[in-house]
């Protein structure tokens, strides 16, 4: 009996020290838990703190009217380091700033001879046998190798603030003028959501090679109409987008260049006013796309010319306005 008794109170012991033991790992665990989201919760303020004081930093050297140069500086250091949402601030500060240093920029590249140094450094001064050989672009943009070469010191410091911008320097009318250059702003793609990068990209097409200069157009139709399908696409893919409206405003620019053509880019033969083959050919390729708007706007106008025998006279051209507006009505009702 007396050893059934001693047995049982082992049992019940050994119970009792395998209850408490347990109990004991419970609470380390629970306590570890506890302490790790702790740790998490405390590692993210930390975070946040640090995107609000380099955000913070940020537009001070915006209000403080610095110039693009110092904020491309900023940015290249700090925008793998904050979130989303202050990364498009910043890209969308950026581009503010570059705008509005466009008409500043332009005013000092044309005091004393600067442009005439530019102009020497690029070639065009000088006429070349194998000229007509040469890549366009190499007329069109000053080539930013030749940095080094500009003797003028005040001259060279301020090309490289310029190219240290994000901006290139095109040739119009003879002078060299600053443009955002969005290829350059392709750099921050990877940071960004898709709505800012696409943007980015359709404007890099306009900053590669400009639709029109000089009041004629430097590309052909048929890469004026992928450009205005690109827009279209944009508009219709981010109709909530904060750069709906400007990029509606491109689509409305790219599609009356393409009706009506410029004035030193005719649609038609300027002696017979017959319509030319290949802005022809490039508005049946248009029409036969599928389910766009820009398709249905440009069959209307092909019925219009084709009407008319495919002369372009006013009773044509009459008819763009009322097809553009009609265009960006559409688009818009897509919101």
């Known amino acids: 009996m007396v050893k059934r008794w001693i047995y049982l109170v082992s049992i019940i012991s050994l119970l009792l020290i395998v209850l408490v033991v347990g109990c004991k790992d419970e609470n380390i665990v629970m306590d570890a838990e506890k302490s790790i989201g702790i740790l998490k919760a405390e590692t993210t303020n930390l975070e946040e703190e640090e995107e609000e004081n380099i955000i913070k930093d940020f537009r001070n050297i915006v209000k403080s009217n610095n110039e693009p140069f110092a904020l491309v500086n900023f940015i290249d250091q700090n925008i793998d380091k904050v979130n989303e949402e202050y990364r498009v601030e ?64 005040n001259l060279k410091e301020l090309v490289d603030k310029i190219f240290k911008g994000k901006y290139r320097l095109i040739n119009m009318e003879g ?73 509606l405003r491109l689509y409305g620019w790219y599609l ?21 083959e290949e802005v022809l050919s490039s508005y049946y390729e248009v029409r036969d796309m599928d389910e766009t708007i820009t398709a249905e706007i440009v069959a209307k106008y092909i019925d219009i010319i084709e009407a008319n025998d495919k002369i372009i006279d006013e009773s044509v051209l009459s008819k763009v306005t009322e097809l553009h507006s009609e265009a960006i009505a559409r688009l818009e009702s897509e919101r």
Do not use: W
């Open 90 to 153: 910043m890209i969308r500060e950026l581009e503010e700033v570059q705008e509005k240093y466009i008409e500043k920029y332009t005013e000092q590249l044309f005091i004393e001879d600067y442009q005439m140094e530019l102009l020497s450094l690029s070639g065009l001064l000088q006429s070349t046998e194998d000229e007509a050989e040469r890549d366009f672009s190499s007329f069109l943009f000053f080539d930013e190798s030749k940095l080094e070469e500009i003797k003028n010191v």
């Open 175 to 247: 002078a060299f003028y600053p443009i955002i250059d969005y290829e350059k702003l392709k750099d921050y793609s990877k940071y960004l959501p898709d709505y800012i990068k696409d943007c980015i990209e359709l404007k890099s097409m306009e900053s590669n090679m400009p639709t029109i200069l000089d009041g004629g157009l430097v590309i052909s139709f048929d890469e004026l109409s992928q450009r205005l399908i690109a827009a279209e696409s944009y508009i219709l893919k981010y109709p909530e987008s904060i750069k709906h409206e400007e990029v």
């Open 256 to 276: 009356r260049f393409y009706l009506e053509g410029s004035i030193n880019t005719f649609i038609y033969d300027y002696a017979s006013k017959e319509i030319k």
